[in-house]
């Protein structure tokens, strides 16, 4: 790595978080940063990314090290680069340098981990090289997160503690993260004028991202359908009366992510149907926000959500019944069947290498329940977090033609009146939420949410 | 995958390069595409991109499947998406719907392959979870390209001699790249005027590769450092005296790359110092594509870039002696000192995954010379092969700080008059080049490399 950007406090920060870390476990921890993974051939490869856990204590997204934490300590391993590579990667970073920018209390060539592993914990990574030189250097087999066990427990619930609620490093790298991918939200509205295909629209937006030094915190979501909820492909091409549903975040260079969606109207103009849902998706959205605080369970922020949805679907006569009894019944989930949201962090699914550890409370489990099951996060809100919020609408295929479903739910919907609302196929409003002592601050605020706005960026062009 | 866009050509193309195969090798093979890789957390992955060996065969870039190749049949093997999985991905094409589109003779379930390995062959994946599965399933240590023996390597052999001359199919997309790559760098050059930094002008590149439902074939270069020669940082701001090196291709989404290179001023002019050796680097470009046809030697057309580039550093009065001498004794390397160029395909250093198998002939290896031995293709050219040219000039600090190479270049090297060259740290030219039965055909041609169509260029601005 050459000289990175980084805040003066940075060095800081890392001893403050783990002095924290040392405060709730007490067993030296080897945290590995991961490598190079090889796309088509060996040497090209994917932009290289760091494990999360790694870039939280180490700071910097440092390819093939390891950092041991002890007793508020850091040890960095790592080798420098061979002289040769300076021909091809120019004059890098010493581990002597990098240990002074991160303030790392001793540093060592890697061939000297083998000896310190007496006794040490660790959380494996996502890159297979690397996991097996995890496995080989602790002489064990790691677990991964979920079936972990003893020791390596206690460092994974430290870590989740530490990681759920940020600090102001942290914040301030998720305020950048926002600020960038609302600029690419902007970018993709001012180019659907222009555009004729969804892949326009992401180029805009990526473009953007990229224009900024940052990466895509995950692959984007750009489509005029919507209801496929995880559609990762732009090939459709954008016709006057669809939607588009964009779900694109940064992130920055030392790893923290934004996430935020829009739906805007191709034409520029919403119709008559498409502005009663988006209203009432916007109104579940502000709603949820401002019932936000310390204390707060997060699970009743999204069974709130599913309310306002059922009575605005009550209103809209496309769903029959007492609103409380339709969410008892999960007919929201018809229409809304995912979470309201996750917590964000140096993950856009914050900590999701640890399944629910991260995400659930502990003693809580995943309910069974169609309207409740994907729900991401059961927590009290604490301050420091920060989660998304994103209700949406969605006329999936696979959910409305279950005849299961259709069989248990027909008395609940007025189809005739459903099939006037066609032309929603996908509707969702995301936006970032970091939860303060008396509430909330929005982090994504800079752009707009309302409709008469989106639609007047989208009328601006470029 | 959702409905692919595919040339009507596309069945009646793999089958005759499945039955080219067969006419080369009778051993039946088995080819995997791979799967998805992790990044940061399970769910979050590194966009898709199969094995090239795989898309050769099977055109289409399928997530976990795998071929099976016998006597210029092709059996597809891979599980149709489980219902659930419409949910998040929509209605996605079923195996025997992919099965007609890419002319199959047979399509099986996965779990069908384990029955059908009986003296099979293959090539190893890039994906370690694949590989794993690889050797599973073959039940034996599936050796790396370059470790490959026996059947392996027959195997190797073959699709060696089938992927280095490209049919029509391929050229088409090819072409479809190239083009891509050629509006990504206008694109940049636009942007010059009103970026600040090197991502700015990245972003403004890759932006028109995505808006065009590609992605970029490797990792983009694009700096002020172009004396870095794998440079991947962006973060250096623009000065108005600097040139800007930009490296960057595109790739179909059936997998097809071009690679190109341009260098501009920043300020829209160049220097007179950086005139001068634009300008000699362009004749050498030139006179290399020139000088290409089929029978006449890559390594030779090295060598006449390596002359050309020798004679203008002495008429510029940088190297002293007789240009033919110094490339015998490697000077020019001192200035240019990677290879002219390699082959392209489905991977940008097409088909590095096996080493010098496909690179060299059969009989030659690399050469232990400074100015040779990173020259990655040493065939004689034939038609229907695509090359890159890219001859360039850096000062590469690591080279020309070097005290061995100070001391055994003391004669040839006037430091004064290199010293007035200071704003040149690094340019390179870099073109895609078709051969032909009687020549070349350039297929990056609509990029201007003349250096006053550069700077009308980057004049243009948006």
């Known amino acids: ?58 700071g910097l997204p440092l390819v093939n090290a390891a950092i041991r934490l002890e007793a508020g300590k ?18 890098e970073l010493t581990r002597s340098q990098i240990a002074t920018i991160i303030g790392a209390d001793r540093a060592y060539p890697l061939t000297e981990l083998a000896s310190k592993t007496a006794n040490t914990v660790t959380i494996a990574v996502q890159d297979s090289k690397t996991y097996q030189q995890q496995c080989q250097i602790l002489q064990r087999n790691v677990p991964y997160p979920q079936q972990a066990k003893e020791q390596d427990v206690d460092l994974i619930k430290a870590i989740v503690t530490l990681r759920l609620c940020h600090d102001a490093e942290a914040i301030r790298e998720l305020k ?49 359908h919507g209801e496929v909820l995880h559609n990762e492909e732009y090939h459709h091409a954008l016709q ?37 849902i988006y209203n009432l998706v916007l109104i579940a959205h502000d709603t949820c926000i401002a019932n936000m605080r310390p204390g707060v369970e997060y699970r009743d922020i999204h069974l709130l959500a599913a309310k306002i949805i059922a ?81 949406g609408f969605y006329q999936v295929p696979a959910i409305l033609n279950n005849p299961s479903f259709r069989d248990r739910y027909r008395g609940v919907i007025n189809w005739d009146k459903l099939a006037q609302f066609g032309d929603v196929r996908g509707i969702r409003i995301e936006d970032d939420v970091l939860i303060t002592e008396t509430g909330t601050e929005v982090l994504t605020a800079n752009l707009p949410n309302k409709l008469t706005e989106i639609e007047t960026l989208v009328n601006s062009r470029s």
């Not at 490598?35 to 290289?48: E, H, K, L, V």
């Open 311 to 391: 009575e605005g679907l009550v209103d809209l006569g496309i769903l029959k019944g007492n609103p409380a009894d339709l969410v008892e019944m999960d007919a929201h989930a018809l229409f809304f069947p995912h979470g309201i949201g996750h917590i964000l962090g140096l993950d856009v699914h914050d900590m999701e290498d640890l399944g629910d550890l991260a995400g659930y409370e502990p003693g809580r489990t995943r309910s069974d329940r169609f309207g409740l099951g994907y729900l991401r996060l059961d927590r009290p809100l604490r301050s420091g977090m920060v989660v998304t919020i994103e209700p």
């Open 74 to 91: 850091l040890e960095l391993f790592m080798d420098d680069a061979p002289p040769e590579a300076s021909l091809w990667h120019g004059e």
């Open 240 to 276: 006057p009366e669809d939607l588009i549903l964009a779900d694109v975040g940064a992130e920055t260079s030392l790893g923290w992510a934004s996430d935020i969606t829009r739906t805007w109207a191709v034409s520029g103009k919403f119709s008559p149907t498409q502005r009663d």
């Open 1 to 58: 790595m050459q000289t990175p950007t980084v805040s003066q406090t940075l060095s800081t920060t890392l001893q403050h978080r783990r002095k924290r870390l040392a405060e709730l476990t007490e067993t030296p921890a080897i945290l590995w940063s991961g490598g190079y993974i090889s796309r088509n051939f060996p040497a090209n490869t994917f932009p290289f990314r760091a494990s999360s856990h790694f870039l939280y204590f180490a």
């Open 176 to 224: 950048k993260s926002a600020t960038v991918a609302v600029e690419a939200h902007k970018a993709g509205m001012r180019a659907t004028a222009t555009a004729k295909t969804e892949a326009e629209v992401r180029g805009a937006m990526e473009g953007v991202i990229f224009a900024h030094n940052m990466t895509t915190s995950y692959n984007s979501i750009v489509t005029v």
